[in-house]
């Protein structure tokens, strides 16, 4: 019996190095059962519970795990802006017309059929009083000179001739009177004869009307040389007048003249503009004006030259205007300007006052069908307003009602916008 429990007990035994699976199990008990199922449904709900959690992590919305801020729209258009300022806006009447000289000067020449020998000067030059212009052919009147100097001369020598022959005629004469008057003596107490006294009296009428003689011919001589004289003045006057001067100071406007032409008396040969005085010659329509007044301080400026600016007065109004045209003329002194010569077509802007006034850069304003528009910065953004407007200035807008002082419109930029924009500044503004 021992050694049947012993076989038993060793049978009972796993071999040794045999694979578990082919080892013999043990009879299991209730109470094992029970505890590897719960094991095993442990097992179930923590794996079951992973692929829950796991699952539903997959199956969540992202917003819902991190919350997403929505993007702001980014700037669309690079803008610069001004402020609308309160500034002292000068009412003006724009008025039109021609560049004039102020006292224009028409030169010639006094003295006709000389060829022009020199031209010293050109259209736009500034010139002195007396400055020399041009010049003449003078050789003929050269020699008449000479001719009447030479006849005049000779004249003064028979002057003295002639002076001398006066002397003697005139010592002649007084010592024939005094030997008359004595014989004239002598023959009212009978010392004398009827005939000596006759020879005296022949005598002296023959002195006296050789002193006539010399008297004449002192008159004649005297004539004579006078009228050499003045031949003389006139042929240096002459000769003077080949040359043209300036006859004030002032810019030449137009030449006329050609080297080796003949001139004619009264022909022009040059234009001047007195002290470079320029002026503009306005026409106005008679409904203005009444505004206008002497002493206004007008802006001129041409359409063919935006760099040509100049100030200028109001010097002269018309009291005359025309009855078919309904305009006036009003004379606008304009300083010496290189830029501006007569002839020229320009504007000018006849200041009439002075007020306060919001402004803003004429850029900024926009036209909208019958009204006018600017972009208003508020913030990032830009807000379509529509505005009323005033006085049109050169570079400024009046602005009348939709707009206040301080605030910022867009000005380069503002035509590419619509109400509600993002823009955005650049640093420099």
Do not use: C
């Not at 039109?96 to 224009?104: E, L, N, Q």
């Not at 005139?170 to 024939?176: D, I, P």
């Not at 010399?214 to 003077?240: D, F, N, P």
């Not at 022909?267 to 002026?279: C, H, I, K, Q, Y």
């Amino acid at each position: 019996m021992a050694e049947r429990s012993v076989q038993a007990e060793e049978a009972s035994k796993p071999a040794v190095g045999a694979p578990e699976a082919f080892q013999a199990k043990k009879p299991e008990t209730p109470s094992a059962t029970r505890q590897g199922l719960a094991v095993v449904l442990g097992l179930l709900v923590v794996g079951g519970g992973a692929v829950f959690l796991h699952s539903r992590t997959e199956q969540k919305p992202a917003s819902a795990v991190t919350p997403v801020v929505a993007a702001k729209p980014q700037p669309v258009v690079t803008v610069t802006v001004a402020r609308a300022e309160s500034l002292p806006l000068v009412r003006t009447l724009e008025v039109t017309g021609s560049i004039s000289a102020w006292d224009p000067l028409s030169i010639g020449s006094e003295t006709s059929g000389l060829r022009i020998d020199q031209i010293l000067v050109e259209e736009g030059d500034r010139v002195r009083k007396g400055q020399v212009l041009a010049t003449l052919n003078s050789a003929v009147l050269q020699a008449q000179l000479q001719q009447a100097e030479a006849r005049l001369q000779n004249g003064d020598v028979g002057i003295s001739q002639k002076k001398a022959a006066l002397n003697k005629a005139q010592a002649t004469y007084k010592e024939v009177m005094a030997n008359l008057k004595r014989y004239e003596d002598l023959s009212k107490q009978g010392a004398i004869s009827s005939q000596d006294l006759l020879a005296r009296q022949t005598q002296a009428q023959g002195a006296q009307s050789d002193l006539e003689q010399a008297k004449l011919a002192i008159q004649t001589a005297a004539g004579s040389s006078a009228e050499y004289s003045a031949q003389v003045e006139q042929y240096r006057a002459q000769i003077a007048q080949t040359q043209i001067l300036a006859p004030d100071d002032g810019m030449i406007s137009r030449r006329d003249a050609h080297l080796g032409a003949i001139v004619s008396s009264g022909t022009p040969l040059f234009a001047m503009v007195r002290d470079s005085r320029l002026e503009l010659r306005a026409q106005v329509p008679e409904v203005d004006l009444p505004k206008i007044r002497i002493g206004q301080s007008v802006k001129v400026s041409s359409d063919a030259d935006t760099n040509m600016a100049a100030n200028g007065r109001v010097r002269i109004i018309s009291p005359q205007v025309d009855d078919k045209t309904r305009l006036g003329t009003v004379r606008i002194d304009v300083p010496a300007n290189r830029a501006m010569r007569p002839g020229m077509f320009v504007r000018g802007q006849v200041a009439l006052g002075e007020r306060q006034a919001i402004q803003v850069p004429a850029q900024a304003v926009l036209s909208q069908d019958d009204s006018a528009q600017v972009f208003v910065l508020k913030g990032e953004q830009v807000q379509a307003r529509t505005v009323t407007t005033g006085i049109r200035n050169t570079d400024k807008v009046e602005i009348l009602s939709g707009l206040r002082s301080g605030e910022q419109v867009v000005v380069a930029g503002a035509g590419y916008l619509k109400d509600g924009d993002y823009v955005r500044l650049p640093k420099n503004n």
